[in-house]
């Protein structure tokens, strides 16, 4: 069957990520932009949906809303949210940030310019069934090598991390 | 399928998989009021009904008609949509889950399962993580010591468990060489020499198996894995500020639960609904359900029997027995069938 209704999932999906978005900054209490994020990852992973990738909205409900996200709020919830009130939210770094703000806008606004030719203009509509093999298949034929490499590094940021927080092994 | 019917025909199966799951989670409560009865050498529920049969109708009612009580020292919000969440995410999980074969009735041809999804397992797995935010927000927004130490030991707990779960079922995953549960089951179709079943047990999995199986203990917070709610030391853990209906739905959820992954055990690694077919051809349509369900059943009494037998477990030893035992079994298990389904081919 036929997707329906695509332009109002993708502006509903887009809006609730952008919404809450701007909520896991500007909300005082660490618990509620945790549950604002929470809401971010999964309007992601709806959206990675529509791009015909249901391996990568799999895994990212999986691995970000559902394991670092309540990593994230086990943390946060021992905090002491009366003190957490109390501090001010902002640093007043606003001239700097600023200025990254609109470099970032201008970055984006070159990339949409420039590169309009470059992506194709619909995107090609895979098979969704061969999502998962043709992720496989990219991992571990054409990109063995960077893929070997992100895993080592990320074994040395495991040991690393090991280590710091250990005096004694 | 017309879009028309393909709406009628996904309502009618999602009222009847709900009326079945609730009614299998109310009468499952009575079950285990029952036996754990019989293994304490009690009667257990006698009193409402023949054999106290119609007693989840007499503890609803009760639940429906307590005083629900908000303390006035819980965050509101929070408070009220942590039962909710719990329950949302523990029935959701029943969309994927297919407990037949193909059946045609009235005319339309139609999987016994609301939707196939070519990545099943991954939702499945997907929706239990995101379920325990039901329980850490709830421990949380109580706003109470015991229930914020119940909701921390609750997503400790899950978030060790499940890397040990995912990675039991990924030896499955490579052996049928897909992440639909459909498709995961039909794999298993079929016998060696005419009568060992080609279950995932059966073709090297075991480990495997008793891996999600005591995962699967730990995931749903059942003896002897309840921590989150040891009520020696807890009082009752994460639902501690709860009563009535609220209380009502952090229990129907663990229930609800313990379906899911009797459900996934059943499916994965016991063959889902292959078992013999005989007589005429309604029953022959029949039966599958009926194999499927006496799995399911089977693993529901191990849970109640085990809940019978077991004491808990200590903090330390849980941790211990998570990361220590069972995530190396899994990852032993992985390789040794990577390889072998490599030297196979």
Redesign the interface.
């Known amino acids: 069957?036929n997707p329906?209704a695509t332009p109002f999932f993708f502006y509903f999906l887009s809006a609730m990520a952008l919404i809450s978005g701007v909520l896991v900054i500007t909300r005082k209490n660490p618990?509620h932009s945790a549950?604002a994020l929470?809401f971010t990852l999964l309007s992601l992973a709806g959206l990675y949906l529509m791009l015909y990738a249901?391996?990568v909205?799999?895994?990212q409900?999986?691995l970000y809303?559902?394991?670092i996200m309540?990593?994230f709020?086990?943390v946060i919830?021992?905090v002491s949210v009366s003190r957490v009130e109390r501090e001010s939210q902002f640093n007043k770094q606003w001239l700097v940030g600023i200025a990254a703000t609109a470099a970032l806008g201008v970055l984006f606004i070159l990339v949409y310019a420039k590169g309009k030719s470059v992506f194709p203009e619909r995107t090609v509509q895979l098979p969704?069934?061969l999502n998962?093999q043709q992720v496989a298949v990219w991992l571990y034929g054409t990109y063995m090598l960077p893929f070997e490499i992100a895993s080592l590094l990320l074994l040395v940021a495991i040991v690393g991390a090991v280590v710091m927080a250990k005096k004694r092994i | 399928?017309t879009?028309g019917t393909?709406i009628i025909v996904s309502v009618i199966k999602i009222v009847i998989a709900l009326f079945v799951l609730l009614t299998g989670v109310a009468y499952t409560v009575w079950l285990e009021r029952k036996l754990v009865g019989r293994i304490q050498n009690r009667w257990g529920p006698t009193r409402v009904g023949p054999f106290g049969l119609l007693q989840p109708l007499a503890d609803g009612a009760k639940f429906l008609f307590k005083e629900d009580i908000t303390p006035p020292h819980v965050y509101k919000p929070?408070y009220i949509a942590a039962p909710m969440i719990a329950m949302i995410f523990a029935v959701t999980s029943m969309a994927v889950i297919p407990i037949g074969d193909w059946v045609t009735v009235a005319g339309v041809h139609t999987p016994l399962q609301i939707t196939d999804?070519?990545?099943g397992l991954?939702?499945i797995?997907?929706i239990?993580?995101?379920g325990?935010?039901g329980i850490?927000?709830a421990?949380?927004a109580s706003n109470s010591k015991y229930s914020?130490l119940g909701?921390?030991r609750a997503?400790?707990q899950?978030?060790s468990y499940?890397v040990a779960l995912?990675l039991s079922l990924v030896g499955v995953l490579i052996l049928s060489g897909t992440?639909s549960l459909r498709g995961i089951v039909d794999a298993q179709a079929g016998t060696w020499w005419g009568w060992l079943p080609k279950w995932n047990f059966f073709q090297g999995q075991f480990v495997a198996f008793f891996v999600y199986l005591m995962a699967a203990f730990a995931e749903t917070n059942r003896v002897p894995f309840d921590l989150p709610e040891a009520e020696t030391e807890l009082v009752a853990g994460y639902h501690t500020e709860y009563s009535a209906m609220k209380f009502a739905m952090f229990f129907m959820a663990e229930y609800a639960n313990m379906f899911t992954v009797a459900c996934l055990a059943s499916l994965l690694f016991l063959g889902g609904w292959h078992g013999p077919l005989f007589g005429p051809t309604w029953l022959q349509e029949i039966l599958p359900v009926f194999w499927f369900a006496l799995r399911v059943f089977a693993f529901i009494f191990l849970y109640i029997w085990i809940r019978g037998t077991l004491p808990r477990f200590r903090y330390d030893q849980l941790m211990k027995f998570g990361w220590k035992v069972l995530l190396p079994l899994a990852v032993a298990n992985l390789v040794i069938t990577g390889l072998v389904v490599a030297l196979r081919a």
């Open positions: 069957m329906v618990v549950i929470i249901p391996f909205a799999g895994v409900i999986i809303a559902g394991g309540v990593l709020l086990f919830m021992l969704e069934q998962t | 399928m879009l393909f929070l999804v070519n990545i991954l939702i797995l997907g239990t993580s995101i325990v935010y850490a927000l421990g949380w914020l909701g921390l997503t400790a899950m978030i499940e995912g992440f």
